[in-house]
């Protein structure tokens, strides 16, 4: 399956005229694929860690950090693809700021620059409100896809909020719902698949396997936007999936996302976000969904 679709670098200088352009796109193409590049784990999760351990890492990596780029592609129901942005936040400082240094040289490598992105890119409070007020016009339409997409997830919560994640796994979905009405993680759906459970898939090799090219850089959130909606799209025209069946899981977390009926916050920023100091407890993966493999329709 070959993918084409314009990548539209997001700037602080055309973040305005981006967001009246999505705005208007979302009438019509209402299912946002997402990716996140930020700067690596600072606490990595051993395999098979408790589920605390496994959240409280997820909380520490993601409260000490910044993100760094947020990758959206639209599409609508039948898998048709529109448009792919990405979004470059001005508010990570390499020289500054926490990071683990074989995910910056990763980044480096695959062409982003920290640079320009320091220079150039969007504050998140810029980004955050005026985000959250396009997204609560259409809110109850919006479905979010992500591949391994807890830390995709647990950042926009973090800019959507201006706060330090929740205490709990638990609390965490309670917020998250109120963003995220249907979120979807294909990395938990292709384990319910003929032929591709048991395999230790990241998107690339997801994306082999079921024919899809890619279109851009591998590292880029653009580009792994892209290619999470064309790998969503093919597993779609491939499988009878129950969408609604997997709604709310993320790959990693036991506890459910369950949408509420909220309006979305529209939140002040006036105080600087406070980094924590590290936690004490530790984290893991795994699923509890118990349903049927899908075979290819």
């Not at 963003?179 to 003929?194: E, M, N, R």
């Not at 709310?248 to 979305?264: Q, T, V, W």
Request: hydrophobic content about 45%; overall charge negative; charged content about 20%.
């Amino acid at each position: 399956m070959a993918v084409v679709s314009k990548i539209l670098n997001v700037w602080c200088e055309n973040f305005e005229i981006v967001m009246r352009f999505l705005d208007k796109l979302l009438n019509c193409f209402n299912v946002l694929s997402i990716d996140t590049e930020f700067p690596g784990f600072l606490r990595n999760t051993p395999r098979n860690a408790p589920a605390v351990e496994s959240y409280n890492d997820l909380k520490f990596n993601v409260d000490c950090t910044h993100l760094i780029q947020l990758g959206i592609t639209l599409s609508d129901k039948e898998g048709k693809i529109s448009f792919t942005f990405e979004f470059n936040f001005s508010d990570f400082d390499l020289k500054k700021d926490l990071h683990a240094g074989d995910s910056i040289q990763l980044l480096k490598d695959s062409g982003l620059d920290f640079d320009k992105i320091r220079k150039d890119g969007i504050p998140r409070c810029v980004f955050a409100p005026r985000f959250l007020e396009v997204l609560s016009k259409h809110r109850e339409n919006l479905k979010w896809v992500t591949f391994h997409g807890l830390y995709d997830v647990a950042y926009l919560v973090k800019i959507f909020t201006n706060d330090a994640l929740p205490p709990t796994a638990e609390a965490f979905s309670g917020v998250a719902a109120l963003f995220f009405q249907s979120v979807f993680d294909i990395k938990v759906v292709a384990g319910y698949c003929q032929g591709l459970q048991g395999l230790k898939l990241g998107l690339s090799k997801l994306a082999r396997i079921l024919n899809v090219k890619r279109h851009g850089g591998a590292h880029h959130a653009g580009s792994d936007s892209l290619l999470t909606a064309a790998v969503f799209a093919e597993m779609k025209n491939r499988y009878e999936l129950e969408e609604s069946a997997f709604y709310g899981f993320l790959y990693g977390m036991d506890s459910r996302i369950e949408s509420k009926p909220a309006e979305i916050m529209m939140l002040q920023y006036m105080q600087p976000l406070m980094i924590p100091q590290p936690l004490l407890v530790p984290t893991q993966f795994h699923h509890p969904l118990a349903l049927s493999y899908y075979v290819p329709a």
